[in-house]
């Protein structure tokens, strides 16, 4: 069977929700209820959903009605606020059904992060009420590398004052769930050199999103191309993100716990599968004189390694949540910051490393019957291997251990 490539075409504007039909989401019991719910629905169909590339618009509607999209809103703000853990585990639920309709969240979750920290009560008020209706925010994600920068960092898109008012200008790649967002934010240069974060309606002129994402993992994420081209921006759609390089936050271990949480899915889906098709479907090995391969030794040792990892990773994720819930309570400085960067690049190591070691030994103890197309199992692999690149574990080594050897403080952004 052939397998549709991602479309160039600019992409139709997502419906906006129904206000009535959005739930508000009271506490941290309904989101992890509301989550169980919903991963239910989108288990069903995730594997055909890959197969055949279908853009999950369906249950990207049901998502905005759940509510938990405004599950991280302050309750000043009508949100439930829940707490980090809470957070990192709505991402599990989700991604072990399917992770890649479980990521497009990410950015929305992530820019909401920053809006918390640097957002003026006004702009609070605006865009959580959005929130709360049911609106969807993705994320124009980074730039290529211009040929004339010296780095990756020194990026080209613009916000610029002209006598009709602020104009953005740039093309952004890695967009995940600006194909489906109601707001795009994005990062721009002003005009006096400062970054800033601008929230530009789906809907405006000049703004096109692209669906020319063709990764052969997390295949419906549509992270694709975003360009701006003279697009109009209200001011009041800005925020200084510029001020958050001197200022301790949680804004980047926010996002980077909502990574590492979408690889802890990955590999409990991987697991669960290795041990069902284990059971009903894998024949021993023709010299072990088992009549079952769920009792081969070899195999019942390595799932309890496998298990062992599983439970580790998951349970350092939700330490590294309830870490930043206690920092949250107390008046952030440095030192503080950096913890919360720590604790959650060490969830991201473990995480990562039982999302691919999973994935992979599914077909060890499976056997090659499990490799046949018709299972599509190898989507496990397709989507540790994509997502896991997001965020290289190597740094997040060198993090830790300059960390702790030398206590070097983490940078302050959204990878670490």
Same mark, same amino acid.
Request: with cysteine; aromatic share 6%.
């Given at each position: 069977?052939?397998?549709?490539?991602?479309?160039?075409?600019?992409?139709?504007?997502?419906?906006?929700?129904?206000?009535?039909?959005?739930?508000?989401?009271?506490?941290?019991?309904?989101?992890?209820?509301?989550?169980?719910?919903?991963? !239910?629905?989108?288990?069903?169909?995730?594997?055909?959903? $890959?197969?055949?590339?279908?853009?999950? &618009?369906?249950?990207?509607?049901?998502?905005?009605?759940? #509510?938990?999209?405004?599950?991280? =809103?302050?309750?000043?703000?009508?949100?439930? $606020? /829940?707490?980090?853990?809470?957070?990192?585990?709505?991402?599990?639920?989700?991604?072990?059904?399917?992770?890649?309709?479980?990521?497009?969240?990410?950015?929305?979750?992530?820019?909401?992060?920053?809006?918390?920290?640097?957002?003026?009560?006004?702009?609070?008020?605006?865009?959580?009420?959005? =929130?709360?209706?049911?609106?969807?925010?993705?994320?124009?994600?980074?730039?290529?590398?211009?040929?004339?920068?010296?780095?990756?960092?020194?990026?080209? *898109?613009?916000?610029?004052? *002209?006598?009709?008012?602020?104009?953005?200008?740039?093309?952004?790649?890695?967009?995940?769930?600006?194909?489906?967002?109601?707001?795009?934010?994005?990062?721009?240069?002003?005009?006096?050199?400062?970054? =800033?974060? /601008? &929230?530009?309606?789906?809907?405006?002129?000049? %703004?096109? =999103?692209?669906?020319?994402?063709?990764?052969?993992?997390?295949?419906?994420?549509?992270?694709?191309?975003?360009?701006?081209?003279?697009?109009?921006?209200?001011?009041?759609?800005?925020?200084?993100?510029?001020? +958050?390089?001197?200022?301790?936050?949680?804004?980047?271990?926010?996002?980077?716990?909502?990574?590492?949480?979408?690889?802890?899915?990955?590999?409990?889906?991987?697991? !669960?599968?290795?041990?069902?098709?284990?059971?009903?479907?894998?024949?021993? &090995?023709?010299?072990?004189?088992?009549?079952?391969?769920?009792?081969?030794?070899?195999?019942?040792?390595?799932?309890? @390694?496998?298990?062992?990892?599983?439970?580790?990773?998951?349970?350092?994720? %939700?330490?590294? #949540?309830?870490?930043? $819930?206690?920092?949250?309570?107390?008046?952030?400085?440095?030192?503080?910051?950096?913890?919360?960067?720590?604790?959650?690049?060490?969830?991201?190591?473990?995480?990562?490393?039982?999302?691919?070691?999973?994935?992979?030994?599914?077909?060890?103890?499976?056997?090659?019957?499990?490799? @046949?197309?018709?299972?599509?199992?190898?989507?496990?692999?397709?989507?540790?291997? *994509?997502?896991?690149?997001? $965020?290289?574990?190597? &740094?997040?080594?060198?993090?830790?251990?300059?960390?702790? %050897?030398?206590? /070097? +403080?983490?940078?302050?952004?959204?990878?670490?």
């Amino acid at each position: 069977m052939s397998i549709p490539e991602a479309s160039s075409a600019a992409s139709p504007l997502p419906r906006l929700p129904d206000p009535a039909r959005v739930r508000r989401i009271a506490d941290d019991a309904q989101a992890l209820a509301s989550a169980h719910a919903l991963a !239910a629905q989108f288990a069903a169909g995730a594997a055909e959903r $890959d197969r055949q590339r279908l853009l999950p &618009w369906a249950e990207l509607n049901l998502w905005s009605e759940s #509510g938990l999209g405004a599950i991280t =809103v302050p309750r000043e703000y009508g949100g439930a $606020d /829940v707490s980090f853990a809470t957070l990192a585990e709505v991402f599990v639920i989700l991604c072990a059904a399917d992770p890649a309709l479980g990521q497009i969240p990410q950015n929305h979750f992530g820019v909401l992060g920053v809006l918390r920290e640097i957002g003026t009560p006004a702009q609070k008020a605006r865009l959580y009420g959005e =929130v709360l209706a049911g609106r969807r925010l993705g994320n124009a994600g980074p730039e290529r590398r211009s040929a004339s920068a010296a780095t990756v960092l020194q990026g080209t *898109t613009r916000l610029v004052r *002209t006598p009709d008012g602020l104009r953005l200008d740039g093309q952004r790649f890695y967009s995940t769930g600006a194909l489906f967002a109601h707001r795009v934010p994005t990062r721009a240069t002003d005009d006096d050199g400062r970054a =800033v974060q /601008v &929230w530009v309606p789906r809907d405006a002129p000049g %703004l096109t =999103v692209i669906d020319d994402w063709s990764s052969f993992g997390q295949r419906t994420t549509a992270s694709g191309t975003v360009t701006f081209e003279q697009v109009p921006v209200d001011p009041q759609d800005v925020l200084p993100i510029w001020q +958050l390089a001197d200022r301790p936050g949680l804004f980047g271990p926010n996002s980077q716990l909502i990574q590492a949480a979408i690889d802890q899915g990955i590999a409990q889906a991987a697991v !669960a599968d290795a041990l069902a098709f284990v059971r009903g479907h894998a024949r021993p &090995w023709v010299d072990s004189g088992l009549e079952r391969a769920s009792d081969d030794p070899y195999i019942i040792a390595d799932v309890g @390694r496998l298990q062992i990892d599983l439970h580790a990773a998951h349970e350092v994720l %939700l330490e590294a #949540g309830r870490t930043l $819930d206690l920092l949250a309570a107390q008046t952030l400085d440095a030192e503080g910051s950096a913890a919360a960067s720590v604790a959650v690049a060490e969830a991201k190591v473990l995480t990562t490393r039982i999302a691919l070691d999973a994935s992979e030994k599914l077909f060890e103890l499976a056997g090659s019957a499990s490799t @046949r197309a018709a299972h599509n199992l190898d989507r496990h692999w397709r989507n540790a291997r *994509t997502h896991t690149l997001h $965020d290289p574990v190597r &740094w997040k080594l060198h993090l830790l251990g300059n960390y702790h %050897l030398n206590h /070097v +403080l983490p940078a302050r952004h959204s990878w670490n």
